[in-house]
């Protein structure tokens, strides 16, 4: 079978985007999918995003990490609302469904601004934070970031929850609206450029411990930039956004 593929990058989180409205494409092929992923044996990507019809909203997406397993991926959606508006799918608006519900989104000059969940988990520990911004987040923060051993410390506390296990974010904060992120991600089994759920969770961890006062808050990460805003009451964090570029890489095709 020859795969018709798309490349597509948000702040250095790549992914593999897939038009499967025909449902060709065979999600259920594990092992395919980690190929794909490989950066030596495949195309190479953090993950897999299929882009399907649906009944009732604009599109579906479904998200596959690099080793499988699903979840859903804020950096993915992003890119998932840019190849839909390349498909034509949608024009500057949508209103789409993945893994963990209905996401509202726009996209105007490369730049998407995509609406996460209502984030209401969240567990301040003694030198951590937890939160669930669409799948599991350690929110830590550190001294050096530059030189922080992020990949072999993340992937210690990553195994040090229950399974599903938990993404890892280590923390310098630069000022009261500046944060910057390096994140570990299970899944890929790696240290990313970028995590749009890890930004989420890291903007409502600091808010919540009181790092800082603002509801708009910039995230330097090691692929860019992002921006996250939020309301929050009585410790309940909706209109939750995350905002940053999605980009188109390449086209391709490869025999499966």
Do not use: W
């Amino acid at each position: 079978m020859n795969l018709e593929f798309y490349k597509y990058q948000g702040t250095g989180n790549d992914f593999i985007m897939i038009d499967n409205r025909s449902k060709k494409f065979p999600k259920k092929n594990i092992a395919l999918i980690t190929k794909l992923c490989n950066r030596n044996f495949g195309i190479g990507a953090d993950g897999v995003i299929l882009v399907e019809n649906d009944p009732t909203f604009d599109f579906k997406m479904i998200y596959f990490n690099a080793d499988g397993s699903q979840t859903f991926c804020g950096n993915g959606g992003r890119c998932a609302v840019a190849f839909a508006k390349y498909l034509e799918i949608i024009n500057t608006e949508t209103n789409f469904i993945a893994v963990d519900g209905e996401h509202l989104a726009t996209i105007e000059n490369g730049i998407v601004s995509l609406k996460m969940i209502d984030v209401d988990k969240i567990e301040v520990k003694n030198n951590a934070v937890y939160a669930y911004t669409g799948t599991q987040h350690h929110v830590e923060m550190v001294d050096s970031l530059n030189n922080f051993p992020v990949f072999e410390k993340g992937k210690e506390i990553r195994y040090s929850y229950d399974e599903p296990g938990s993404n890892v974010n280590f923390v310098e904060q630069i000022n009261d609206s500046n944060f910057r992120v390096r994140t570990y991600e299970k899944g890929v089994e790696n240290e990313t450029l970028a995590c749009g759920t890890g930004v989420t969770a890291v903007a409502i961890a600091m808010h919540k411990t009181g790092k800082t006062k603002n509801n708009s808050i910039s995230l330097p990460v090691e692929g860019g930039n992002l921006e996250v805003s939020f309301t929050e009451e009585n410790g309940i964090y909706t209109n939750v956004f995350l905002k940053g570029p999605a980009t188109f890489v390449y086209k391709g095709n490869i025999n499966i």
